[in-house]
């Protein structure tokens, strides 16, 4: 590998119906963090509920930067909100994530739940294409959710697919902290 390759910065989808997208790209933050680099994470879905990833995160700061632009789960959850108002929040969180590739200050940009954004309406797969073909060469993109539509798999260098196996929610068991959230 010539030193150009191993500079260029790649795109990585995290996918699929299994557990596990976001905290693959969060331990993938974890190792940069460890090597010096500087990652942003910009949430799509997620609010600024205190879950345990955003207090771990915010325990990483500066080197991490998090922003939870969603409000909340769309449609689910009790979620009664207009689908309008999760629309504006998701343009919002694009926009965030055009400035923070084209900044040029982070090693990582991690779009979290990105691909459901694109998948319930909120923001076109266009965007999201464009986005990751205007990033500087040295960036890394880290894009997770589930739906990942086939020209962003396509346009990607890895893309890792979660597949459920076996979960105990299946079986009725809530949630665990430190586990599920």
């Excluded at 010539?2 to 557990?19: C, F, H, M, Q, S």
């Excluded at 090597?35 to 205190?50: A, E, L, M, V």
Aim: one cysteine or more; hydrophobic letters at 45%.
């Amino acid at each position: 590998m010539t030193a150009n390759e191993a500079a260029r910065g790649l795109v990585i989808v995290y996918t699929g119906d299994g557990k596990g997208k976001t905290t693959a790209a969060l331990g993938l933050c974890l190792r940069a963090v460890g090597h010096g680099n500087k990652i942003r994470i910009i949430q799509f879905i997620k609010s600024d509920w205190p879950y345990g990833e955003r207090r771990g995160l915010e325990r990483l700061a500066p080197e991490v930067e998090l922003d939870s632009l969603g409000i909340g789960c769309v449609g689910i959850l009790g979620d009664d909100k207009p689908l309008e108002e999760h629309r504006s929040a998701a343009m919002k969180a694009l926009q965030t994530a055009r400035e923070a590739v084209a900044s040029d200050r982070y090693d990582i940009v991690i779009l979290d739940e990105i691909n459901v954004a694109g998948h319930l309406g909120l923001i076109a797969a266009a965007d999201i294409l464009s986005l990751i073909t205007a990033k500087p060469t040295r960036l890394h993109v880290v894009l997770t959710g589930r739906f990942a539509p086939p020209e962003l798999i396509a346009a990607a260098d890895l893309v890792t697919e979660m597949k459920e196996i076996k979960h105990p929610f299946r079986q009725g068991e809530p949630g665990r902290k430190g586990i599920d959230f």
